[in-house]
Every structure is written in C-alpha cells, then in structure tokens.
C-alpha cells in the first residue's frame, strides 16, 4: 500500500465557541485555506441541548470534529493527502476557539498503519 | 478530559468496488445498522479517473472513506461514542469489498489521546 496522506487526531481542551455552528463552520473554511486544500462539500449538526459534529469533504480528503462545549473538548481530524499541509490547520483552530492546550496525534495512512497493526 | 468514544482507523486492502459510490453508501449505512448507531446526515463524492470520498455523521460521531480503487485500497474511520460499537463495522466491510485484508487502529478519543500524546 501507498502513502495515502497524513491524518492529524487533534484533540481542542480549554476551548471556547464549540457549541456554536457558525465558528465552527468558518474554522472550517480557514483550516481549508490555510492548508491549501480544496472545500468540496461541509454539513455540521447542532445537538440538543450542546454539541455540533461537523465534516467537510475535501479535494485531498476531509475535516471532521464533535464537541462536547460544557467541557470545552473538540475531537478533530483533519486528513490530507497531496501537497496540503495539515499541520496549518493547528494554529488556525488554536485562534478559533481561543485555547493552546492541544494535543496531536498523526497518523501516516496507507503504509504506516499497515505497518504498524495488527490484521483484524 | 472524559473518554469521548472510540476511533477505529480502519485500513481496507485488496478490496473490491471501492470506486462505487453506491456500494460505499450502502456499506456505510449497513455499519450504522450492525453497530446500532444513528445516521443523521451521509454525502458522498466521485473522482475523477477514480477515487471515492464520503461521510456519514452520526448521532454518535461519524463514519469517513477515502478510496484508492486502482490498488484496492480504502482509508476508512469509524467513531462511535455511547452505546454504539464501532468495531462491529469491520466485518461489514470486510463482506462490503470482498477481503479479508483489513488493519484496525484503535484510538480512545479524549482521554487517552491527550495523556498519550504532546501538546503542539
């Protein structure tokens, strides 16, 4: 299998805003620019009574998160392949959502992960 | 942090039909049902020569593809929180692509990633 591109497990504490569809939406849009990457398709979900799950379908592969606002937790991913860099994508969510406790983990899809686990 | 759910990083290789949008939608919504979660909201995209994109947001997260039909491989992620159980989904792709070729990574989203990983 090939490299299939770099999946970033980016977990947002301390965060503030993450109930709100609209900022993360537009977080959204400027984790897109700021990676260079390709919006295709973006759809968010707005809970009762709190949290949003929200994607977006790239040219180079998606953006995801779930919120749980009464904690200030995000769960994102953001997954690129080809020359996007999803590395930018920290800083912008960083400015989003008003925090600097973050925590990456990344995955190298394809040939890492076929590597380094087991057959199920 | 709480434990937010569990994130199966799910590499599919050997696998057939992964250029079918149809077959990769039905193959999501069959995951929905055998891990007992609720489908909210599913869009998926074509490429051009080949390659499938999509997304499945859930009322417990969300289910993602990224296909790569000329060699058989497929970049799925399935997170479940609640009752829901995600690894219930590896089988249903197995039978969805026709292989037995399939690696698992489990993340424990919140909790464990933030004690396991640095802060960036």
């Not at 709100?20 to 939406?25: A, F, G, L």
């Not at 295709?40 to 180079?60: D, M, N, R, Y």
Request: aromatic letters at 8%.
């Amino acid at each position: 299998v090939v490299f299939a591109g770099t999946h970033l497990i980016i977990e947002v504490e301390n965060g503030h805003g993450l109930d709100d569809e609209d900022r993360i939406e537009q977080a959204f849009r400027d984790c897109v620019d700021a990676c260079g990457a390709t919006l295709l398709h973006i759809h968010t979900h707005k809970f009762s009574p709190q949290g949003v799950s929200g994607v977006a379908v790239l040219a180079e592969s998606h953006i995801s998160v779930h919120t749980w606002p009464e904690i200030g937790y995000g769960a994102f991913d953001v997954f690129m392949c080809g020359d996007a860099d999803p590395w930018k994508a920290v800083g912008v969510l960083k400015r989003a959502f008003g925090t600097e406790t973050v925590h990456v983990k990344e995955l190298r899809r394809g040939e890492g992960l076929v590597r380094d686990t087991a057959a199920a």
